[in-house]
């Protein structure tokens, strides 16, 4: 059986992501550190699931303890949603967001490339793209302009993702934008 490690997985998405990987058959490590979630939602995926999901309330910015997971859990793929959401609190607190959300990746990239951990998506946002000129938008339309410091860190940690991937050719990396 494979095993994924979500970040963020007691949040909204992230629960109802680890569900769905449950029904597909697949392993479930969860990582989150319960900023924006509640350690009750651990008992609804199982209650929803049958399945008592392997949970880890560290922070992903935390180095050393995610090593100690990614030693231990041994998974196969990563969907990282952990990150500081609010747009409001993103402008009075930017570098607390930079700080959680561009650190928190930097982490797993890191940690991606020393246990050789080649799969990740990435919850972006369609924040990326600034003030739109038209919707829908398509995934090709230009990025950039971003109006708030957590769509500029969605970005920034798009960047990033691009840049391992050209470093790291075996790397499969998806970026969803809601």
């Given at each position: 059986m494979k095993k994924v490690l979500?970040?963020?997985?007691?949040?909204y998405i992230g629960s109802h992501t680890v569900i769905d990987l449950y029904k597909n058959g697949y392993d479930v490590i969860i990582v989150d550190n319960l900023c924006n979630s509640k350690i009750e939602v651990?008992?609804?995926?199982?209650k929803i699931?049958?399945?008592n999901p392997t949970f880890y309330q560290i922070s992903v910015q935390d180095k050393e303890k995610m090593r100690e997971v990614f030693e231990k859990e041994e998974f196969d793929s990563i969907i990282h949603f952990a990150g500081l959401k609010s747009v409001g609190?993103?402008?009075?607190?930017?570098?607390?967001?930079?700080?959680?959300?561009?650190?928190?990746s930097k982490v797993l990239l890191e940690l991606m490339e020393e246990y050789k951990v080649n799969n990740i998506v990435f919850s972006s946002s369609a924040t990326v793209y600034?003030?739109?000129?038209?919707?829908?938008?398509?995934?090709d339309d230009p990025v950039g302009g971003c109006t708030n410091p957590y769509g500029q860190t969605k970005l920034d940690i798009e960047y990033l993702l691009k840049d391992y991937a050209k470093v790291h050719p075996e790397a499969n990396i998806a970026i969803l934008r809601y």
């Open positions: 979500v970040t963020g997985g007691t949040g651990l008992n609804r995926i199982t699931s049958g399945k609190e993103s402008v009075l607190y930017p570098e607390k967001y930079i700080e959680n959300n561009i650190g928190s600034g003030t739109p000129d038209h919707v829908p938008l398509c995934e």
